[in-house]
């Protein structure tokens, strides 16, 4: 069954985040991506074949969006590139994303070394 994940990267961040899916390209194509709306324009150029449902920027309500589809059971793992040396304007929707994924316990990589872990341990071969 394939899987709907949701990839979201700070700004210093969505290049690693692009990088990572291009190398998991293939694994990651049988499933539904949901980003939100400047990192899926980045994965895009790196990833062009992969189909990606865009939200709203992170800024602009995104993380809303799919912190409302984790709650709704439609996003089942959450990749995010968060960027740690610099302060985020909309802190308090990031904290709230967060939050959402650990009250739904849905799997969630927050690097490319734990995002690799998730696929090391068979959760794109799901689909």
């Known amino acids: 069954m394939p899987l709907t994940l949701a990839l979201v990267a700070h700004d210093r961040m969505k ?10 390209a293939a694994q990651l194509a049988p499933h539904a991506l949901v980003c939100t709306a400047t990192t ?3 994965i895009r ?3 062009p074949d992969l189909p990606i449902r865009l939200v709203k920027s992170g800024p602009l309500g995104g993380d809303q969006q799919i912190g409302g589809m984790i709650a709704e059971g439609e996003i089942h793992a959450l990749i995010f590139f968060p960027d740690p040396l610099a302060p985020q304007a ?3 929707d990031v904290k709230a994303l967060l939050r959402i994924a650990l009250v739904y316990d849905i799997p969630a990589a927050f690097s490319p070394a734990t995002a690799d872990l998730l696929v090391a341990g068979g959760l794109l071969a799901r689909g």
């Open 15 to 24: 290049p690693a985040l692009a990088e990572w899916v291009a190398r998991h």
């Open 40 to 42: 899926g324009g980045v």
């Open 45 to 47: 150029r790196h990833a």
């Open 90 to 92: 909309h802190d308090v």
